[in-house]
């Protein structure tokens, strides 16, 4: 096996390409926070040499030591024999230009949210004018937290269900010295929400049973609490939709994700005109609502869930 190659003196470009090889010959796939097998190398790298993105680009030249190389090699032995993600492997992500903890009890970062963060959701918002932010369903965090270390006038709250997922959201809030700028909350959707908010974003569950149990390998390791939604993964977006209006301010804005279910939940909500965002740098299923509209178009939303609710 590659893993098992006699450990010679390399330099880092020597050992990318040995990893690579390795990578790419492997039966493994991607998706979860990284897109290629060159992803998922400068993760192992970052991580083997504990360097950020910046600083390891300026090292190809630099010799790696026998230790770091068997390291590395442990690491993507661990990748391709367990089908774990390298995000998971490594113990951490990168999202919106940040870096994020994460484990299995929570999604990797993944999410077109980072574009809109870094456009400042314009032109649906004035970011100047936004004081309170909630990220629902927020998992390790990474949206939310970025919000609030781009936007450092805002207060956010970071509220989910999961109570492994606010301690890993904590770990992250720490990091990124954050703390006085963001508080916890667990809560079931809108259960412990009490609060009115300028901005309120959301990637909640939004996958069918059918289709998780088609997905790669590498899905599996993560929490499929985080991932499926009843009736065919509209029920908790929908919910969502169906009460935001009682936390936005008069002019509040909602953002919520639904990924790849963008047609399905346009087909669930016929009356319902979604305006869907367009990204520049990849991604899709992200739509926007003003407070008007939630309250407009509600009693389409409860239907649904009157229907599809025992």
């Excluded at 990318?16 to 493994?28: H, K, N």
């Excluded at 100047?128 to 450092?152: F, M």
Aim: charged content about 20%; glycine content about 6%; aromatic content about 10%.
């Amino acid at each position: 096996m590659f893993y098992l190659i006699l450990i010679i003196q390399v330099n880092l470009t020597d050992l990318f390409r040995q990893l690579l090889d390795g990578l790419t010959t492997a039966e493994v796939s991607y998706g979860q926070g990284t897109e290629l097998a060159e992803d998922d190398v400068v993760l192992l790298l970052m991580a083997v040499l504990d360097v950020d993105f910046e600083t390891l680009n300026t090292m190809a030249q630099q010799p790696v030591s026998e230790a770091q190389q068997k390291q590395a090699y442990a690491l993507l032995k661990q990748r391709i024999q367990q089908q774990r993600p390298m995000s998971y492997v490594v113990g951490f992500s990168l999202f919106a230009g940040l870096k994020f903890r994460v484990d299995e009890r929570v999604l990797i970062p993944r999410s077109p949210f980072a574009e809109l963060i870094d456009r400042g959701f314009q032109p649906h918002v004035d970011m100047e004018h936004v004081h309170q932010v909630l990220d629902l369903c927020t998992g390790s965090g990474c949206i939310g937290l970025a919000v609030s270390h781009y936007y450092p006038h805002c207060q956010v709250d970071l509220a989910d269900l999961s109570s492994g997922a606010l301690a890993v959201a904590a770990q992250n809030r720490q990091d990124l010295q954050l703390d006085d700028r963001c508080r916890l909350i667990e809560s079931d959707l809108w259960q412990h929400i009490h609060d009115s908010y300028d901005l309120i974003v959301s990637n909640p569950p939004y996958v069918s049973d059918a289709e998780h149990s088609d997905l790669p390998e590498e899905f599996s390791h993560e929490p499929t609490m985080a991932l499926v939604s009843p009736a065919d993964g509209l029920l908790l977006p929908i919910k969502i939709l169906a009460s935001a209006a009682d936390y936005l301010t008069e002019k509040g804005m909602l953002y919520l994700e639904v990924g790849y279910n963008d047609d399905t939940l346009q087909v669930a909500l016929p009356d319902v005109p979604i305006e869907w965002l367009e990204f520049h740098h990849g991604g899709l299923g992200i739509c926007v609502f003003n407070r008007r509209d939630l309250i407009k178009y509600q009693p389409y939303f409860q239907a649904f869930i009157e229907t599809h609710v025992a």
